[in-house]
């Protein structure tokens, strides 16, 4: 028996070091099925295991794996954790998967999964502070993939610190440099530093392992703008509208940009289109907050939200049905 027992908490041990590093699915799966050939009635063997097949995109077999947990201990840290990630995904659950972290972190407070799922839960409902507390908890606990110090450095944009961002997308960035949303992320960083060649070539990086998302494009495009190189950033605009052409932002940037090079007629026609695609265009500072939200940068938003409000009481309407401000708000 007490060498079943130390091989049980060899196995459950070994999945949870591999639980750091979320990529090593089969190696992590392997490890809580051999805990459970020795000891079918652990809770948190099968629980690790739900989370790990949840991960993995298995749903029907976690759940399966999730009846066995919760059946044999409903309280088990684990089974809290797994119902609170769940819940995380539900819009109106964050409160309640909140609390189901905490619950499974009284019981076991070194978990780095909990504190990283915890993380994100802040990162949802805006407290930002809170959720860079917790990413670091994660880091701290030896969470080895590049998510809590990505999401960190995120954060620490829309906080304005944007050196310490840099630091901790670096991080990422050493992690897992195939994620280009940590070097758009640090392009934004640079960028709000006035490092804008910089931020050029972090833009670069993100798109030679991202070519699909037109944010990226568009970011370059200001950067380039701010650096009085108007037909490189007339180019990426252009781009940016190939893929969305509905985006409001692009032309209204283009519209400037022509304004700059003497282009008067074709700045009136693409102003136009900025327009009529999102009529509180003609509100700049509405037009500067969603501009503020879509670089990353919250407080910024806030700001220019008050003046666009201040101007025009009625965009208060406009702010709660733009899909731009989805979960925007003041903590």
């Known amino acids: 028996m007490a060498n079943d027992l130390d091989s049980y908490n060899l196995w459950l041990a070994r999945g949870k070091e591999f639980l750091k590093d979320v990529s090593k699915y089969d190696e992590t799966l392997d490890a809580f099925n051999k805990a459970i050939e020795i000891n079918p009635e652990s ?49 109106d659950k964050l409160v309640e998967a909140l609390d189901l972290s905490d619950r499974s972190l009284q019981s076991d407070p070194d978990s780095p999964s909990a504190w990283l799922l915890k993380g ?91 070519s699909i998302d037109e944010l990226i494009y568009y970011n370059k495009g200001i950067s380039l703008m701010r650096l009085g190189r108007y037909e490189e950033a007339l180019q990426l605009f252009d781009k940016t509208i190939e893929m969305n052409p509905n985006y409001a932002p692009a032309w209204n940037n283009k519209s400037w940009v022509f304004r700059r090079l003497g282009r008067l007629e074709d700045a009136k026609r693409a102003s136009a289109r900025a327009i009529e695609i999102d009529p509180d265009m003609v509100n700049p500072d509405y037009c ?44």
């Open 43 to 91: 809770a948190t063997a099968w629980a690790y295991k739900t989370y790990v097949l949840y991960c993995r995109g298995d749903r029907e077999e976690a759940i399966k794996a999730f009846q066995v947990a919760s059946t044999i201990d409903p309280e088990n840290p684990a089974v809290l954790l797994f119902m609170a990630t769940r819940l995380f995904n539900e819009e």
């Open 120 to 210: 994100y839960i802040f990162d949802r409902m805006n407290w930002l502070e809170e959720a860079v507390a917790a990413f670091d908890k994660a880091v701290e606990l030896g969470y080895k993939n590049s998510y809590p110090c990505g999401q960190k450095g995120k954060l620490l944009i829309d906080l304005n610190r944007y050196q310490e961002a840099i630091e901790a997308l670096d991080l990422a960035i050493g992690k897992n440099p195939k994620h280009s949303d940590w070097w758009e992320s640090k392009g934004i960083a640079l960028a709000n530093l006035g490092r804008f060649e910089e931020a050029v070539a972090m833009y670069d990086r993100a798109l030679e392992r991202c």
């Open 288 to 331: 500067n907050a969603k501009a503020a939200v879509r670089g990353g940068n919250r407080t910024k938003a806030l700001e220019y939200l008050r003046k666009a409000m201040k101007r025009n009481p009625e965009t208060i309407d406009k702010f709660n049905k733009d899909p731009v401000f989805k979960d925007f708000w003041e903590h």
